[in-house]
């Protein structure tokens, strides 16, 4: 089924939507959830809590792009139960090597997660990004935003894991040097 007929069933109120939803769009929810979470029951559920994220806001919602919407719902429960497990001190995985990595750029009394939730940084980095080589630009969202390991990266896109480890670096401190620039590292 079409992505527009699925938001139909959603506009709808369609229980068939879940079920179209879940047909074409589990394994890419479960694959975002499993990379933050890195347990198999909680990305489970976070699959729960998308399919309901989505009936909840479709509508008013009307996504241009089904396969995004989906996975900024699932990524934001997975960051949530994360989130979650760290305050209970049982937290891990890839997520957390991230934000520490990334952590270097952004220096505030506040934590990573709560700035990069705010809408001004949020575009700041869609601006430095859209100025990045394309290949860059992939492994920079590969790593930062589908919390990708750096093995999980050189093997999707074919490049050596030395070569993935500078381009991440390099482009922290290209992120750095430009979030000074703009004034939102202090």
């Given at each position: 089924m079409e992505d527009q007929e699925i938001i139909q069933l959603y506009f709808d109120r369609d229980e068939k939507a879940i079920k179209e939803t879940q047909n074409k769009y589990a394994n890419y929810c479960f694959s975002i959830a499993h990379r933050i979470l890195?347990?198999?029951?909680?990305?489970?559920?976070?699959?729960?809590?998308?399919?309901?994220?989505?009936?909840n806001s479709m509508p008013p919602h009307h996504p241009e792009n089904l396969a995004i919407y989906l996975g900024k719902i699932c990524r934001r429960c997975a960051l949530n139960v994360l989130r979650s497990k760290?305050?209970?001190k049982r937290g891990g995985g890839e997520a957390l090597v991230s934000f520490d990595e990334i952590s270097e750029c952004i220096a505030d009394d506040k934590s990573v997660k709560e700035e990069l939730d705010l809408k001004y940084l949020s575009e700041a980095i869609d601006e430095f990004l859209s100025?990045?080589?394309?290949?860059?630009?992939?492994?920079?969202?590969?790593?930062?935003?589908?919390?990708?390991?750096?093995?999980?990266?050189?093997?999707?896109?074919g490049f050596t894991k030395s070569k993935v480890k500078m381009s991440?670096?390099?482009?922290?401190?290209?992120?750095?040097?430009?979030?000074?620039?703009?004034?939102?590292?202090?």
């Amino acid at each position: 089924m079409e992505d527009q007929e699925i938001i139909q069933l959603y506009f709808d109120r369609d229980e068939k939507a879940i079920k179209e939803t879940q047909n074409k769009y589990a394994n890419y929810c479960f694959s975002i959830a499993h990379r933050i979470l890195n347990d198999f029951m909680d990305a489970e559920e976070c699959l729960n809590d998308t399919y309901q994220g989505a009936w909840n806001s479709m509508p008013p919602h009307h996504p241009e792009n089904l396969a995004i919407y989906l996975g900024k719902i699932c990524r934001r429960c997975a960051l949530n139960v994360l989130r979650s497990k760290n305050a209970q001190k049982r937290g891990g995985g890839e997520a957390l090597v991230s934000f520490d990595e990334i952590s270097e750029c952004i220096a505030d009394d506040k934590s990573v997660k709560e700035e990069l939730d705010l809408k001004y940084l949020s575009e700041a980095i869609d601006e430095f990004l859209s100025d990045l080589r394309q290949d860059d630009r992939k492994i920079f969202v590969c790593r930062y935003y589908y919390f990708e390991s750096v093995e999980e990266i050189s093997k999707r896109l074919g490049f050596t894991k030395s070569k993935v480890k500078m381009s991440l670096k390099r482009t922290r401190d290209k992120l750095k040097t430009y979030l000074e620039k703009e004034g939102y590292v202090i």
